[in-house]
């Protein structure tokens, strides 16, 4: 096992009036701390969702886990071949190489404290997600960033069951 050990001189503050959100209804990525801030330690964005929203669809990250902390309303979250329904104050950990997804549960609206460590550069992802849904990128063009942002899509049966 080896232990990452993070390199950064400052305490990271990110003022909630002075982050940049990417966005709006019904998807709102409110960019936190990028993987730069923190040494590589971790990236971090807060997702607000609008009633039965979609978060994201079914992938994978090869060299990091992502944390979902549930600060208001329910969502749903695939891990592996299970969707569970996370609620308020609920803390879900989805460990690297196994397919998730996430949306807000039906009827619901969800408020999600997104972290992936260690760290990766992500912002520009999210902004380019926002070019996607906007028509300004094809949604392809995501398959060509797939490794940059060490964001893998795949199918998953468990979750095109419940979301299409």
């Known amino acids: 096992m080896s232990l990452f050990v993070p390199r950064f001189d400052d305490t990271v503050l990110v003022r909630d009036a002075e982050a940049e959100v990417v966005g709006d209804t019904p998807v709102a990525v409110r960019l936190l701390a990028d993987s730069s801030a ?77 972290v992936i460590a260690p760290g990766v550069e992500r912002f520009d992802y999210f902004r380019h997600l926002q070019r996607v849904r906007l028509g300004e990128a094809a949604p392809e063009s995501l398959l060509e960033i797939q490794e940059l942002y060490d964001n893998h899509f795949l199918k998953s049966a468990a979750w095109d069951g419940r979301h299409r």
Not at 78 to 105: E, K, M, N, Q
């Open 38 to 114: 923190s040494g590589g330690a971790l990236s971090t964005v807060r997702v607000t969702l609008a009633e039965g929203a979609d978060g994201a669809r079914p992938h994978v990250h090869h060299n990091s886990a992502e944390m979902f902390y549930l600060l208001d309303g329910e969502a749903e979250v695939l891990s592996g071949d299970d969707v569970v329904t996370a609620a308020r104050g609920d803390l879900i950990i989805v460990p690297p190489d196994r397919p998730h997804a996430f949306a807000a549960a039906p009827g619901a609206t969800a408020d999600l404290l997104i």
